[in-house]
């Protein structure tokens, strides 16, 4: 059976957890079937039964549209090429098409209604749950939404990374739940694990003497990361914050987050601002030296980074909210906090103070108790080993697949 994957992100261009899952699951599904991945980005690579075929679409024909529209219409135009190419290549025809994220929807309507092939989803995350994305596209968020409804109420199956993501699909939109299974996003354990390199974190001024708590993700509403900056000024003055914090949704919420750090940095020592996404090693290593990681989402699908800090033997501090709930074990493996969102959007914490006093209440309890972080980073490490294996995830995805194949005849 010939898989054909959809994506925007593909390494070395990822910038968020859907790249790392495309990343993990092609790399696994090639040792049991013929893969092509085709991506947003210009890039060629032939690996055994893995073959990976970028387009990066020239934008100079958007130049007569407003900024906010360039993405979703730039999506729509590396959709048309990814079919317009053919859905196979010398060895033979697709026989699956599986879409990640929506920027790669709409190619798989495009194939299941030109070539009749099956269309599977991984939703990662759901476009009604992130308002805040009308900021970045204005009514290119309208168009991102369209295309995610039409392409879950038409897919053959879904897969959603957690129970509460399946919950949500379900309550959003029009299909039907036999059609909707839970795969969880995976971990390379032999990959990500824990690390002494003191080196690699003092590049960037962090003192590995001292503990420090980590946070590494987008500067996105969606990651939190406003309620942890509003958290420091109540943590424990010994403790380090290293914030590695990658693209912002908008130029003027970078300069907010900017500001912010400098406001604090002015108040406070040891908080080290690392503004962008560093090489997967370096990120490893700071996982490992960090006394605590600290994931404040305000939505989380799933959290991948939770899964990596485990890996890396780290206790966790995360919000209460979606597939983190199914990640971390409270008591066990780190502390969850409630942010209470506000039912309507934007989906807030009805009581932000209340949030950011619960996170550096559990950041301080991890920090003054060593054998407590031990234990639970040792509970974490054992977590992610037996439940969240690639090969185990690639292998419900491919079984799913050939579910879907005798129904389309």
């Known amino acids: 059976m010939r898989v054909l994957?959809?994506?925007?992100?593909?390494?070395?261009?990822?910038?968020?957890?859907?790249?790392?899952?495309?990343?993990?699951?092609?790399?696994?599904l090639a040792k049991l079937t013929p893969?092509?991945?085709?991506?947003?980005?210009?890039?060629?690579l032939d690996d055994g039964q893995l073959h990976v075929r970028g387009i990066k679409m020239d934008t100079?024909?958007?130049?007569?549209?407003?900024?906010?529209?360039?993405?979703?219409?730039?999506?729509l135009s590396t959709c048309l090429a990814f079919v317009g190419q053919g859905i196979g290549d010398l060895e033979g025809t697709a026989e699956i098409i599986h879409c990640h994220t929506w920027y790669a929807h709409f190619s798989g309507i495009?194939?299941?209604?030109?070539?009749?092939?099956?269309?599977?989803i991984t939703v990662h995350s759901l476009e009604p749950l992130r308002p805040w994305k009308r900021d970045q596209l204005g009514h290119g968020y309208d168009l991102s939404r369209w295309i995610e409804?039409?392409?879950?109420?038409?897919?053959?199956?879904?897969?959603?990374?957690?129970?509460?993501?399946?919950?949500?699909?379900?309550?959003?939109?029009?299909?039907?739940?036999?059609?909707?299974?839970?795969?969880?996003?995976?971990?390379?354990?032999?990959e990500y694990h824990p690390v002494q390199e003191p080196e690699a974190i003092a590049q960037f001024g962090i003192d590995p003497q001292r503990p420090y708590v980590l946070f590494v993700g987008r500067m996105t509403r969606q990651k939190g990361l406003y309620y942890l900056l509003q958290a420091i000024p109540h943590l424990d003055p010994k403790l380090q914050v290293v914030l590695c914090a990658g693209d912002a949704d908008t130029l003027a919420m970078q300069r907010e987050m900017e500001d912010?750090?400098?406001?604090?940095q002015s108040h406070r020592s040891g908080i080290i601002w690392i503004p962008k996404m560093v090489s997967r090693?370096?990120?490893?290593?700071?996982?490992?030296?960090?006394?605590?990681?600290?994931?404040?989402?305000?939505?989380?699908?799933?959290?991948?980074?939770?899964?990596?800090?485990?890996?890396?033997?780290?206790?966790?501090?995360?919000?209460?909210?979606?597939?983190?709930?199914?990640?971390?074990?409270?008591?066990?493996?780190?502390?969850?906090?409630?942010p209470h969102l506000s039912m309507e959007p934007p989906h807030d914490p009805v009581a932000?103070?209340?949030?950011?006093?619960?996170?550096?209440?559990?950041?301080?309890?991890?920090?003054?108790?060593?054998?407590?972080?031990?234990?639970?980073?040792?509970?974490?490490?054992?977590r992610v080993e037996r439940h969240y294996s690639w090969r185990s995830i690639a292998q419900q995805t491919y079984d799913l697949y050939r579910r879907l194949r005798p129904q389309r005849g």
């Open 281 to 338: 090693q370096t990120t490893i290593a700071l996982y490992s030296h960090a006394a605590i990681f600290c994931c404040p989402s305000i939505y989380e699908p799933f959290g991948i980074i939770n899964l990596e800090a485990m890996a890396c033997g780290t206790a966790v501090v995360g919000s209460a909210v979606g597939g983190i709930n199914e990640v971390v074990v409270d008591g066990e493996t780190g502390f969850l906090v409630d």
């Open 60 to 75: 100079t024909h958007f130049a007569g549209c407003p900024q906010s529209f360039v993405s979703p219409l730039k999506a």
């Open 260 to 264: 912010m750090v400098q406001e604090l």
């Open 149 to 190: 409804k039409t392409a879950l109420e038409t897919a053959d199956a879904i897969i959603a990374v957690s129970r509460s993501t399946r919950d949500d699909i379900l309550r959003l939109f029009n299909v039907e739940p036999t059609r909707v299974v839970v795969i969880p996003n995976g971990i390379d354990t032999e």
């Open 110 to 120: 495009l194939a299941k209604i030109l070539y009749n092939i099956p269309m599977v």
């Open 5 to 28: 994957l959809t994506t925007n992100e593909y390494p070395p261009y990822v910038y968020g957890g859907a790249g790392v899952h495309v990343e993990y699951l092609s790399r696994e």
């Open 35 to 44: 893969v092509e991945v085709r991506s947003f980005h210009d890039q060629t």
């Open 352 to 382: 932000p103070a209340q949030f950011e006093h619960g996170l550096a209440e559990a950041i301080n309890r991890l920090a003054a108790d060593p054998s407590l972080r031990e234990r639970m980073g040792q509970a974490g490490r054992e």
